[in-house]
């Protein structure tokens, strides 16, 4: 059945992947912030809706999620313009977009976040999963782009404590522009191999049709399932580190 989809952020590289494969058979459209961006969006089929995280205020996203099906958001500032710019886009353009959809009357979007694997509450002990190895990368990353991770986390934290709406978070590892393999390791992984934005894209794509997703948090990052087996599974066994 085909389904209404907005896309928050829509001009990112796994967002215009996304949208190549949800437009053959749903409505997109792309949220963006620069109109120089609109060819790109129309390219791929979908409708391009100019609206900047930064100055927009909730209300004027509740007429654009107004009967939508799907809301995704999988935008962010990319770690350009610094501190406050990620905290503006990262966490308060994610918080405007969660009361939003708080707002809409009748059937409220079901959201699915994109975030990024480790994000969570730096100050207790790492999961009992992770190895060595996961240790000292997340402790690398941790000084390497501690803003990102800081405000990703609280936008999440902010995320878990809505009822509303029903929502989902995937998280994925590095990313890379290789060719899809179609393959991945969805739920409680470890932090590395890094996985394409093909597949991220693929997994997105495939969130549309689940909702017993709701309320999970799924670490996705390269593996050798594929992606509907390891999230099927993933999302049956049910398991969430995010707020570990």
Same mark, same amino acid.
């Given at each position: 059945?085909?389904?209404?989809?907005?896309?928050v952020g829509?001009?990112?590289n796994v967002?215009l992947?996304l949208t190549?494969l949800l437009? *053959?058979?749903h409505?997109?459209?792309?949220?963006i912030r620069?109109?120089?961006?609109?060819s790109?969006?129309t390219?791929?089929?979908?409708?391009?809706?100019?609206?900047?995280l930064e100055?927009?205020s909730?209300?004027?996203?509740? *007429?654009i999620?107004t009967g939508a099906?799907?809301v995704?958001?999988?935008a962010?500032? $990319?770690?350009?313009?610094g501190e406050?710019?990620?905290?503006?886009v990262?966490?308060?353009?994610?918080?405007k977009?969660?009361?939003?959809?708080?707002a809409v009357e009748?059937?409220?979007?079901?959201?699915?976040?994109?975030?990024a694997i480790d994000?969570?509450? =730096?100050?207790?002990? *790492?999961?009992p999963h992770y190895?060595?190895s996961?240790?000292?990368m997340?402790?690398?990353v941790?000084?390497?782009i *501690?803003?990102?991770? !800081?405000?990703?986390?609280? =936008?999440?934290?902010n995320?878990a404590?809505?009822t509303?709406?029903?929502?989902?978070?995937?998280?994925?590892g590095?990313l890379?522009?290789?060719p899809?393999?179609?393959? #991945?390791?969805i739920?409680r992984?470890?932090?590395?191999?890094?996985?394409s934005?093909?597949d991220?894209?693929?997994? !997105?794509?495939l969130l549309?049709?689940?909702? +017993?997703? #709701?309320? !999970?948090?799924l670490d996705?990052? $390269?593996?050798?399932t594929?992606?509907?087996?390891a !999230?099927?599974a993933?999302?049956?066994k $049910?398991?969430? +580190?995010?707020?570990?």
């Amino acid at each position: 059945m085909s389904k209404k989809v907005v896309i928050v952020g829509g001009h990112g590289n796994v967002s215009l992947r996304l949208t190549r494969l949800l437009t *053959p058979k749903h409505d997109v459209t792309s949220i963006i912030r620069d109109p120089a961006h609109s060819s790109d969006i129309t390219a791929v089929s979908a409708k391009p809706h100019i609206l900047s995280l930064e100055e927009a205020s909730p209300a004027d996203f509740v *007429p654009i999620f107004t009967g939508a099906d799907v809301v995704y958001w999988s935008a962010g500032a $990319g770690g350009k313009g610094g501190e406050e710019r990620t905290k503006a886009v990262d966490y308060q353009g994610a918080v405007k977009v969660f009361d939003a959809l708080e707002a809409v009357e009748g059937p409220k979007p079901r959201l699915i976040l994109v975030s990024a694997i480790d994000v969570r509450d =730096a100050s207790k002990p *790492p999961p009992p999963h992770y190895d060595d190895s996961d240790i000292a990368m997340s402790e690398r990353v941790r000084k390497g782009i *501690p803003v990102y991770m !800081l405000w990703k986390y609280e =936008a999440d934290k902010n995320l878990a404590q809505r009822t509303a709406f029903r929502w989902t978070i995937l998280r994925p590892g590095g990313l890379t522009n290789e060719p899809g393999t179609g393959k #991945a390791s969805i739920g409680r992984t470890h932090l590395t191999p890094v996985i394409s934005r093909d597949d991220v894209a693929k997994a !997105l794509a495939l969130l549309l049709e689940r909702d +017993d997703a #709701a309320t !999970l948090a799924l670490d996705i990052i $390269g593996g050798d399932t594929p992606i509907e087996d390891a !999230l099927d599974a993933a999302i049956k066994k $049910g398991e969430t +580190d995010f707020l570990y």
